[in-house]
Structures are given as C-alpha cells and as structure tokens.
C-alpha cells in the first residue's frame, strides 16, 4: 500500500540506476596475479571497457574500488582512508582468494595478510578464485550492475 | 617542499609508499618504504608440510609465478640428491622461457601504461593472451600454474603444444617488427627516455643489482662468481639469443631495447627447443619423500629480472622445511632507487619505475 502523502518516480529511478550501472569507473588496489588477471580484463580480448568500467587514477573520482591481492595489516590503514576518500555512492569489490578470506596467507595458514577484508570496510561482491579468470571477473561486475539498478537513489518526496 | 605518496597511487605503479623532497617538481631526495604487500610467505611455507611448499613458492612473485617453483624445486632436488629424466629438463626449460616472453610482455604493458601509450598496452596484452592460452592447455589454469614437481613436471606436453608454440614464434616474430616501429622508432619517445634514469655501474657492482638492468649498464647479467646449475640455465649467456647488442648507457632507452632484445632471444630459442625436445619420460616416480633428510638444499637460477636464490633447511625427518629464505632480484634493486630518483622530476617517475621492472610482491613476500 503507497503512502498517500509520497510521489514515486519509478521509471525515472530506473533510468537513473541503469545509467550508474553503466558507468562504474574503478580504482584499483593493486596485489597478487589477481592484479594482472584484471589487466588481461582490461585487455583487447575481453575488453571491460564495454561494461562501461575504465581505471581512473585518483580515488576520488571513482564509483568502484577493486581489491586484488592479500591487503597486509601495515596497508589496512591507507585502505580504509582511500575508501573513506571515495565519493557515495560507492561499491567495493573484492577480487581473488588472498582479498576474501586471507587465502594461503590467512593468519590460521601462517601467513599475515588480513583474514578477510569485510571486518575492514563493507564488501559488495565477491569473485572467488586463484586467481579469478577472466570471465569470472566480468560476471562479478555484472551481478554489481544488477545490485545498482535495483538500488533506489532517489529519496522519496 | 616536502611530499608523501602512495602506497596505492599512480606514481608508485606497484603498492609503495615514498617521500620526496621538492623543489618545483625537481625531487631533491626521495625515500621509498615497502612493506605493503607483506604476506609473511617464507614463514608459511615453514607452517605447511612439505607438499605446500612448491604451491607457496609460485606465489614469490605473482607475474611469473613459474621461476618461484622451479628454484624451489631445484633447491628441494639438490636436498634430495635427485637426478631428472631428461625430458623433464626439456619441458621445465620450455616452459621458463615462454614465462620470460609473458614477463617481457609484462613489462612493455608496464611502460605502455607509465607513457601512457594505450595502442602498445592492446597490443602487448593480446600478444599475452595467446601466451597464457598456451599454458591453460599445458596446465589448465593461466596463472598460478602449479605445473612443477619433484623429480620432474605435472605432465606430457599435450596434444598440440608444441605445435601452437611454433605458431605463436612465427606470429610474434612478425608482430616484434611492428613493436619496434611503434615504440624504439618513436622520436619523440626516444627522447623521453634517453639521457633519463641512469643507472651507474658503480651502484650495480655495490649492490649486487643483476638481470637486464645490469646488462643494459654495460655489467654481466650475472656475477661472473655465481654459477646456476642447470644444463639449461649453466649455457644460457653463452647463448646467440642472450640480448647484448643493444645500447649500454644504462638509461630507460637501453633498458627498453634489451628487453625487446630478450624477447627476440626468447622467441628463436623456443623455436629450437620444440624441435629438439627428447621423447621419454616426464617425471621421476615416487620421487618425493614424506620425510626429507637433514640439511640445506640450495637452489640458483637466472629469472627474467635478475638472479634468484632459494635456501631451504631441513631438520632431521622433519615433516616441514625448517627454515626458507629467497634473494630476489628486486630486493638489491631498491637500495639504489632514492640515489637513481635524485634529480629526477616528478612527472618522469612511473615511466623510470616502470622500466626498471620491479616487483614488490618479490621484496615484501
């Protein structure tokens, strides 16, 4: 039942979300063959660029922060910084093993790299694998295109 | 002015964190820290029982995963006392240097990506995908290969292997051409990297700094002291494809054109090899023990950036490696990093970065 007080631009916030879908401009933290697995992405064969996700250089210019790689506890600090740097509304997406859980270098295998970025900053998808291939990696930022459009931006009036 | 960047910034192109002191963008001194990828990997494979070690050591450094197995490998043989079938050598051997190609590769997206040159980064990065199909169909997986193991490898070179890498040398041979046109031929190019980045033969000789990067300074590759034991390995500067005819100012330029060189060398002696390789047998059966006898295996081999040591102890019937210790190539090439960006401006850091090809994953493992 709609509130009688509250109007609701339904084909306008679906407009909105599908075009923050097809704009997600990523910074990436570098670390691990992850890291080159998303430049094969980025690469002429799989082309990510289709998908409207292109690298930008500065933190505060992008929507999506890609992790690859194993973050150590000396670089959780500067991660959680970079993450509060980036502008709402902003996903996070974790890439590989060594970001989700720690990997082969969980503190419980011997291995000092944080276990698991989520108790670091709030973690939108998940792509498993060691590292992930190719087309793995697109389907992750796939199922984050379909989390955007189903957000609903535009506050109710 | 005092300035401090990274560890996660374009400047760096891998997690580091420096700090410079300016004058305009002339950097007066520059400090570098490391530490951001550290993973503690020497002491997890000292956790792990033996088995997990070749697995740990692909991940010493992640773009070439394949030289952190095989002078592991070569370290645990050597504590094994074991000798391989030959043509285990043969496709260890194959296999290396079609890693040397995707690491060279490597290292041109890296400067394509430091120019910015975008056309060089499409074209290195397709030249790479046909490197890395080549080993999902020897292997099954493009990165972390696992392909090595005691007493041999994994398995037979599969059905058309050989063939498709025949093809690739034949294609790549023709691209090389187009590579050269595009970026050594380039004047303007050129001018961003000659006369830039010197690295002296005096800092080479002081730190021990190996690889293309000694070679491109006029030094050995290698310290003439050090001798890698693998039939492979022992011939390899001997060899005609061994890059040496490049210039030896030891500046971007110089770097770059050996790098092209390596490239050229990697591809005729691939050539070869896949029509020299021996039939027999793969792997050594029941090479690898549960328990492993007591003392030091150590492992020596030229890696694409430079030379790369494994020591690995073993206690009496220990079911772990007591203690592991790697020596990188990039580790003695960061002592000389704040000397080689003094003088330097701001703006020409990732591309002298890049060019020295490092891998932070490698020092901070």
Known sequence: MIPPSTVHLSTLEKVGGFCQSQSLWYFHIPGGC???????????????????????????????????????????????????????????????????????FAPQQGGSSLPGLDSLIPIDVYIPGCPPRPEAIMNGLIALQEKVKQRAFLPSV | MKWRVGPYHSLCLEPMRMEFDLQGTEIQEAKIEVGFLHKALEQAMTKQPWSATLVYAGHLDPESSFFGEWVTCIALEKLLRLSLPPRA?????IVAELSRLSLSLHFFSYIAKALPFETLLHYTLREREMILDLFELLTGSRHAQHFLRVGGVASDTTAGFLDRILILCKEMTHRLTEYRDILLENPLIQQRMQQQGQLRKEWIEAHGITGINALASGAPALPPQVTTDHPFLQGRQAMPCYPRNGPQSGDIYSRVCLHMEALQGS??????????????????????????????????????????????????????????????????????LPLLLKGQLLQDIPLLLASLHLSIAEVDR
């Open chain 1, 34 to 104: 992850c890291a080159d697995e998303l430049l094969n992405t980025f690469g002429c064969r799989y082309d990510l660029e289709r998908f409207g996700c292109r690298p930008v250089l500065n933190p505060q210019h992008a929507d999506l922060l890609l992790i690859s790689g194993g973050i150590s506890q000396k670089a959780a600090p500067y991660l959680q910084t970079l993450y509060h740097e980036m502008p709402s509304p902003k996903y996070v997406v974790a890439i590989g093993a060594c970001a989700i859980t720690g990997g082969l």
């Open chain 2, 89 to 93: 050598h043969w496709i260890r051997a």
């Open chain 2, 267 to 336: 591809l005729s002696l691939l050539e070869q090899w896949c029509e020299q390789i021996p039939p027999g047998e793969f792997l050594q059966p029941h090479a690898f023990p549960k328990t492993f006898p007591e003392g030091i295996g150590q492992g020596c081999l030229e890696g694409p950036r430079g030379l790369l040591c494994c020591d690995i102890t073993s206690a009496e019937k220990g079911t772990h490696p007591e203690k592991v210790s790697f020596s990188t190539p990039t580790e003695r090439l960061l002592p000389v």
